[in-house]
């Protein structure tokens, strides 16, 4: 009796598993399938289904720890704000394209980050890197660090908004989608900076 009830509750686990990560996995790879093949037919969506099925079971992905605290008022304010920073961030390359003078100078900043998640971690690197006028040149997880290229950057002021820029997008994902631990470390102050 007590091993039929150890694999009634295995099996349960493992739906509640699948339905939580595998579901929503196999949905958006047949999203993508259909959006790569630009078709919405039921045979596109149906082999979409096949192709995602055989991906997630043929190379399954090791289990990532996702945080079950979801803000939405903080996530919506997360899009809106990051939103505002690309558009914005989008006219200032373009000026700086179009200018007489060009580029004159641009600079390679280093972000203390706060987070230890790896996850929120790669979240506000994706999030910082597709704003426009930067990109992530080298991430060092383990001491919780980017290394960012910033175009035109002539003044001081400059960098410290890049570097305020970058931690503040990282704020932003971490009260939208952070864990609990996440939230703590937010509020302690930042490590000091050695090489």
């Not at 349960?12 to 949905?27: C, E, G, N, Q, T």
Request: hydrophobic content about 50%; some cysteine; aromatic content about 8%.
């Amino acid at each position: 009796m007590t091993d039929a009830r150890t694999r009634r509750i295995a099996n349960a686990r493992r739906i509640a598993v699948a339905w939580r990560y595998d579901v929503p996995l196999v949905l958006g790879l047949t999203v993508l399938w259909a959006l790569l093949w630009g078709s919405w037919t039921p045979l596109t969506l149906l082999c979409g289904i096949v192709v995602a099925l055989l991906v997630t079971q043929a190379l399954p992905l090791p289990a990532v720890p996702l945080s079950s605290r979801f803000s939405p008022l903080h996530f919506v304010w997360f899009l809106v704000v990051w939103s505002g920073l690309v558009v914005a961030a989008s006219f200032r390359v373009a000026w700086v394209a179009f200018r007489p003078r060009g580029v004159r100078r641009s600079s390679i900043v280093l972000v203390q980050m706060h987070t230890t998640s790896e996850m929120t971690f790669t979240l506000a690197t994706l999030a910082v890197s597709l704003v426009p006028g930067s990109y992530v040149a080298d991430v060092d997880l383990r001491r919780r660090r980017l290394l960012l290229h910033v175009l035109d950057t002539e003044r001081r002021e400059q960098v410290e908004h890049a570097k305020r820029e970058a931690l503040g997008i990282e704020t932003m994902v971490i009260r939208a989608l952070g864990s609990k631990q996440d939230l703590s470390e937010l509020s302690e102050p930042l490590p000091e900076v050695t090489r």
